[in-house]
């Protein structure tokens, strides 16, 4: 559309050119005649009239150089409809943006508390808890496999667990597995499944026990705080600098930085109260038993 405009423009001008260039000719070839031909009244007469035409089309002329100043009506809804376009660009950027950094932050502290969730269920406590054998390696065939991936772990009650192999002739190396864990559990055989009892803690073992629960819970959100670091270092990377008076290359604006900002440490505040809340309830099971 602009290349049309500035073509338009460009045949607007000859055409002017000429017709000036016209007017002038006309002009000085009636002036001619006007000496040759007509006597002094009509000469005054015509003369006149070619004088009045003149000034009009100077008139003309000096208004539309004028008027070239202004933008013309076509060209302004142009650069309207141009500007629209580079706000909602605009828009969809900082949106795109937001979106990725929430979604990269979510996910990394969801990977924390997965994380924390699978430290937490390897700890024994007083109750028989199914998830409490999936660390276990078992070596079958000279290769180490998870517990889990072996054998069917179920609750018979809270303080008896059942191991299922799903192959009969390993239940000896699953035995041997179970007795080898640091748990220590002494499980017992009754040639298709092994019972395994959950003898009741000790005080040093709880107390012990616990000082893992804290750590990781420490670990779970430094992991956390981590992830909302990173997000907070993408944001401020995007959004404009103080010193900055040019704006256009950032990103985004300062107002959806800080609205960003907000976000992630709603989040972040957010996955560390189920992380708190997770290792309570560990640590309430551990106690209470």
Avoid: W
Wanted: proline share 4%; aromatic share 4%.
């Amino acid at each position: 559309m602009a290349i049309s405009l500035r073509r338009a423009l460009l045949s607007y001008r000859h055409i002017s050119f000429a017709l000036r260039t016209s007017s002038l000719q006309s002009h000085h070839y009636l002036s001619y005649l006007i000496s040759t031909s007509y006597n002094t009244r009509q000469s005054a007469t015509v003369s006149s009239f070619l004088n009045a035409t003149a000034k009009n089309f100077l008139l003309f002329e000096s208004r539309r150089g004028f008027a070239k100043g202004r933008k013309q009506p076509i060209q302004e809804q142009y650069e309207d409809e141009k500007e629209l376009e580079d706000d909602h660009g605009d828009t969809e950027k900082d949106a795109n943006l937001g979106a990725n950094v929430k979604a990269t932050s979510i996910s990394q502290m969801e990977l924390a508390v997965d994380a924390l969730s699978r430290e937490l269920a390897k700890l024994r406590t007083g109750r028989a808890s199914a998830g409490m054998l999936d660390h276990i390696m078992v070596e079958h065939f000279g290769v180490k496999t998870p517990l889990n991936r072996m054998a069917v772990v179920s609750v018979l009650d809270p303080k008896t667990l059942s191991v299922t192999p799903y192959d009969p002739n390993a239940l000896k190396e699953l035995e041997k597995a179970i007795i080898s864990s640091p748990l220590g559990l002494n499980p017992n055989s009754d040639s298709q499944r092994l019972v395994v009892p959950i003898p009741p803690m000790t005080k040093e073992h709880i107390q012990a026990v616990c000082r893992v629960v804290a750590k990781s819970s420490e670990d779970v959100k430094q992991s956390i705080r981590r992830a909302r670091q990173k997000a907070l270092d993408t944001i401020k990377k995007a959004a404009p600098k103080k010193k900055d008076k040019d704006k256009a290359g950032s990103s985004i604006s300062a107002d959806d930085a800080k609205r960003l900002e907000k976000e992630i440490d709603d989040l972040t505040r957010k996955f560390i109260k189920t992380a708190e809340d997770m290792c309570k309830a560990k640590e309430k099971e551990i106690t209470v038993g």
